[in-house]
């Protein structure tokens, strides 16, 4: 089992920026990646950003590239999300996740196994 438990969210102002923490405990590495994903009132969760466990490739959401960036420590024990220039459409819940198959597609929510409880972020404009 792995246990993920977010941290960093709050209130930010349009154009501001946020730093999101996942710590990651239990048989991390049995895990091949990990992802953010957020999930705005009324909307479907969506993809945010991942990292591979093995080579360290990012994957981001169109309408966070250039602004957002996922980062690790070395011991993988720690995923960030830097979020630069937020935008009042990145007010959401955001949630990371990891997985534990060795072959998946970094922006399908369904393919992660573990969850973390999820954290707010309010961007006024």
């Known amino acids: 089992q792995v246990r993920l438990v977010e941290s960093g969210g709050g209130l930010a102002q349009a154009g501001g920026s946020l730093r999101l923490s996942c710590a990651a405990s239990g048989r991390t590495s049995s895990t091949y990646g990990m992802g953010w994903f957020r999930q705005a009132p009324g909307k479907e969760r969506e993809f945010v950003a991942a990292i591979r466990r093995s080579g360290g490739e990012t994957y981001y959401a169109d309408s966070v590239t250039g602004r957002f960036a996922i980062t690790r420590d070395h011991a993988w024990n720690t995923v960030y999300l830097q979020m630069s220039s937020l935008k009042p459409e990145d007010t959401a819940v955001y949630s990371c996740?990891?997985?534990?198959?060795?072959?998946?597609?970094?922006?399908?929510?369904?393919?992660?196994?573990?969850w973390g409880q999820g954290t707010q972020v309010t961007v006024s404009a």
């Open positions: 996740a990891a997985v534990s198959n060795r072959f998946y597609t970094p922006t399908r929510p369904r393919e992660y196994d573990y």
